[in-house]
């Protein structure tokens, strides 16, 4: 089967700016307070629940993923880049790496406690996103907990650099209402909603969604 062509240009754009990434963007311990509480809470109802471990999808480098394992959460990656899967495990040995796509999640059915999807998502066409969505929810299990953040609007982004390099990704930011009805359509029920407007190192409206894959009755 034929790779989708914009999986290619994110691997291949990631591939090309993951060294300068790492240098330029700020470790989870800048982030904003509500963005840090944000996964607190998650990690909080992730170890409570005991349904699994998390999958921390578009993991890049792996800050964030052994953010989440400091916080006491059983935590890995997934990257489409293998030099961001590279640069994860040079960083973080004791933690799991892997490359992978979120249109295709090489796990099983209920496997997951968690799913965390954080600012991994707007590289993703609209078109492709029920697809990725319900990957998300076939792969958590019962009770399982979803964490997404990323940008949110209304817009096409086609950049020609990035972090100083040349790049051949797009962005595309939703509206968080319609990032909402994906999720939900997915069959995942969305439980709270933190949105932010531009400031500090962010200069775009971002957000937060906590989902929750609905208990078998």
Known sequence: MTEPSFLTDVRESYDTIAADYVERVPPPAEMDPLSRAMLAGFAELVRTAGLGPVADLGCGPGRVTAHLAGLGVSVFGV???????????????NLRFTEGSMTALEM?????????????????PPQWLPEVFAEFHRTLAPGGYLLWGDYVGDERLQPTHGYGRPVSYESYLL???????????????????????????????????????????
């Open 79 to 93: 990257d489409l880049s293998p030099k961001m899967v590279g640069l994860a495990r040079h960083a973080y040995p």
């Open 108 to 124: 099983r059915d209920d496997e997951l406690g968690g799913i965390l999807a954080w600012y991994s998502t707007h590289h993703t």
């Open 175 to 217: 509206p968080l209402d319609r990032m909402v009805d994906l999720l939900e359509q997915a069959g995942l029920v969305v439980t709270a909603r933190l949105e932010q407007e531009p400031g500090g190192r962010v200069n775009r409206p971002h957000a937060c969604l906590l989902a929750r894959k609905p208990e078998t009755p």
